[in-house]
């Protein structure tokens, strides 16, 4: 957690990318139910941060994306 909010970015798109393979082919109900019962899904604590710790983000590249995706949302 010294990372900050880059760190808990990181475990959002490790979770993410853990579930990859049961997101693949479930249309949007699908993928909601998969994400509703994460639990079931849900990886050990080990294999998350392994995965947390592989992604290559800062909070300054969160910040640059979050700034270019913002005019595409606020029509």
């Known amino acids: 957690m010294f990372e ?3 760190y808990i970015f990181k475990i959002g798109l490790a979770i993410l ?3 990859d393979t049961k997101f693949q082919g479930e249309d949007i109900d699908g993928i909601v139910t ?28 969160i ?6 995706l913002k005019p595409r949302y606020s029509q």
Do not use: C, R, V
């Open 4 to 6: 900050g909010d880059a």
């Open 17 to 19: 990318m853990n579930l």
């Open 34 to 61: 998969i994400i509703n019962d994460m639990s079931e899904y849900f990886l050990t604590p080990e294999k998350l941060f392994k995965t947390a710790d592989k992604i290559n983000i800062t909070l300054g590249k």
């Open 63 to 68: 910040n640059s994306l979050k700034a270019s």
